[in-house]
């Protein structure tokens, strides 16, 4: 998992917590790299679970809503440090749809060796399927980056959640009547 991940992880919870708290599951966790991260580094993901478990543990938060609210703060994130995936795009469908083709595209050209989730989607004249696959299982992340989306393009869409037996899970945007 790219280091951008674990930095923007570390920088919310200093933002939301404390940078005490940051310094505390570190410990905690004591991942292999020892919490020092580079943007552009590769890390085990194991990591992040890690620290995200410890962040439970001190903060009674369950680690679902802790790596959901990650995702909504990526998304933010996303936004300010590559506005160019942004421009000319008016709903979050929209951006949704591209993520495999244009975003992924894009990012594995600059970092050839990222672990990227995949996203199958499937446009409907109401909404969009997008069918999410990961080793890493980090699908409350997606459904928060999901959110983050409809929640950044304002967009009147109601997002359902199907966990499939296989470990693949469908996201079901479908607009609001």
Do not use: W
């Not at 244009?102 to 600059?110: A, F, N, Q, S, W």
């Not at 199958?120 to 696959?133: H, I, Q, S, T």
């Amino acid at each position: 998992m790219k280091g951008m991940v674990f930095t923007e992880f570390l920088e919310m919870v200093e933002d939301k917590f404390s940078a005490d708290m940051v310094d505390d599951i570190i410990d905690d966790s004591a991942p292999p790299s020892g919490g020092a991260y580079t943007a552009v580094g590769t890390y085990d993901h194991n990591e992040l679970v890690g620290m995200v478990v410890a962040l439970s543990q001190r903060s009674g938060l369950p680690v679902p809503a802790l790596v959901h609210a990650f995702g909504v703060h990526l998304f933010g994130r996303f936004h300010a440090l590559y506005p160019a995936f942004f421009g000319g795009i008016t709903s979050a469908v929209d951006f949704l749809y591209g993520i495999e083709s244009v975003i992924h595209t894009e990012v594995r050209k600059l970092y050839p060796d990222a672990q990227l989730p995949s996203f199958d989607c499937e446009r409907l004249p109401d909404g969009l399927n997008m069918l999410y696959a990961s080793p890493r299982h980090f699908g409350d992340l997606a459904e928060g980056l999901i959110a983050g989306a409809v929640a950044h393009f304002g967009d009147p869409v109601n997002v359902t959640r199907v966990n499939l037996p296989d470990g693949a899970i469908r996201f079901e945007l479908r607009n609001k009547a």
